[in-house]
C-alpha cells in the first residue's frame, strides 16, 4: 500500500511565501514523476508543477518565476516553494506520484490536497 501525505498549506497574505511538501511511503522503488496539481472551486484541477526523477521541470505559465519545485530521491519526497503569492493561488493543492513499485507495478497516486489561500 502506498501513502502521500502532504502538509504546509495555509493562509498566507498576497505576496507572502508558502511551502508544500509532499511524502510517500509504502512499497516504494521510485517515484517516476512528481507533480502539484491545484483545483480552485469552480475550476478544473490543473497541472501547477513536475519534476522527472531526473530533476526536468515543468510549470504552468502562471507559476513560472515564482515556484520551484524539488525532490529528494532518497526520501521520496517532494516540495513546491511557492513565492510572491497571488490571490488567484487560492485552492487546494494535491501532490501527485507516478511511481512504480517493488512489486513493478506502475501507480498513479494522489495526495488528500492541502487548502492554500492567499488573501488580499
Known amino acids: 500500500q502506498v501513502q502521500l501525505v502532504e502538509s504546509g498549506g495555509g493562509l498566507v497574505q498576497a505576496g507572502g511565501s508558502l511551502r508544500l511538501s509532499c511524502a510517500a511511503s509504502?512499497?516504494?522503488?521510485?517515484?517516476?514523476?512528481w507533480g502539484w496539481y491545484r483545483q480552485a472551486p469552480g475550476k478544473q484541477r490543473e497541472l501547477v508543477a513536475a519534476?522527472?526523477?531526473?530533476?526536468?521541470?515543468n510549470y504552468a505559465d502562471s507559476v513560472k518565476g515564482r515556484c520551484t519545485i524539488s525532490r529528494d530521491n532518497a526520501k521520496n519526497t517532494v516540495c513546491l516553494q511557492m513565492n510572491s503569492l497571488k490571490p488567484e493561488d487560492t485552492a487546494v493543492y494535491y501532490c501527485?506520484?507516478?511511481?512504480?513499485?517493488?512489486?513493478?507495478?506502475?501507480?498513479?497516486?494522489w495526495g488528500q490536497g492541502t487548502q492554500v489561500t492567499v488573501s488580499s
Open positions: 509504502g512499497s516504494i522503488f521510485k517515484v517516476n514523476v
Open positions: 519534476i522527472t526523477s531526473g530533476g526536468s521541470t
Open positions: 501527485n506520484a507516478d511511481l512504480t513499485t517493488y512489486g513493478m507495478v506502475h501507480y498513479d497516486w
